[in-house]
């Protein structure tokens, strides 16, 4: 009994000290990490009153232009979505990323997982159709001609837009959470409704195949147009700038991305 007790409170001890880390780490970054302001330009108001942030991204000229909802990782906004918003904007779309963490953003783990645990989907829903709508008014945009995209927590969020939203004529989910009832896709499975990119990695342990395979047989016995692609030799998160210049499946990625946008909503 003597040993079952040292071997049980020596448990306790480690997990409490695991916990005491992860505490600190998000106390620490919480106070001297990057802030949502190191990333965003622009502003705009929640249905509920609160000023939201966002990064607002656009090509040279008048336009109108298409444009693109582009939700980042569970990392929350940040430089590398920045950068990959300005990559899209070179391509010739305006491009907002809405800040879904209401002014928050980590690098690190433990505080990722707490964000995206403590986000509220209802609230980062409404808050993504506000981005809609400040987006749309936009002089440059092309109202009738929006998309949505977004990587990991973001490709889910990107996702349900594009089910709440009948406005939305491209959905593209990189990695994201998935949808498996047929019946279950909203505004999507209106006439006419824009089409679907999923976009995973064969080696994703986050989003397995099965979940993946799932998704692709709802949406077709949906009925939505969709394309549902799994790029071999990579896991989760394989699409970034690094990824991109280096070449292989996250520059193949990418440039089925611009193809499907360029269809969807130029052509």
Request: charge should be negative.
């Amino acid at each position: 009994m003597k040993t079952i007790r040292r071997i049980l409170t020596a448990l306790l001890v480690a997990v409490g000290l695991l916990l005491a880390g992860a505490f600190a780490v998000v106390a620490l970054d919480t106070v001297f990490g990057a802030q949502v302001t190191d990333y965003t330009n622009v502003t705009y108001r929640a249905a509920d009153g609160t000023t939201l942030r966002g990064y607002l991204a656009q090509p040279p000229g008048t336009g109108p232009f298409p444009a693109v909802l582009m939700v980042h990782e569970w990392w929350g906004l940040n430089a590398e979505i920045v950068e990959m918003a300005d990559k899209l904007a070179a391509e010739g779309y305006v491009v907002l990323a809405p800040d879904t963490y209401r002014g928050q953003t980590t690098a690190q783990i433990p505080r990722a997982l707490l964000l995206r645990l403590t986000t509220p989907p209802d609230r980062a829903d409404a808050d993504m159709q506000a981005a809609f709508d400040f987006l749309t008014v936009l002089d440059t945009v092309n109202a009738r001609r929006v998309g949505v995209m977004g990587f990991c927590y973001g490709g889910g969020v990107a996702l349900r837009h594009g089910v709440n939203n009948p406005a939305i004529r491209a959905t593209i989910n990189l990695y994201g959470d998935t949808i498996d009832d047929p019946a279950a896709f909203g505004a999507l499975l209106a006439p006419g409704a824009g089409p679907v990119l999923g976009i995973f990695g064969a080696q994703d342990q986050q989003i397995p195949l099965t979940r993946v395979r799932a998704f692709e047989a709802a949406l077709n016995a949906a009925g939505i147009a969709s394309t549902v692609t799994v790029y071999d030799g990579v896991g989760h998160a394989f699409v970034n700038p690094a990824g991109i210049a280096a070449g292989g499946p996250p520059a193949e990625a990418w440039a089925q991305i611009l193809a499907f946008l360029n269809e969807a909503l130029r052509g």
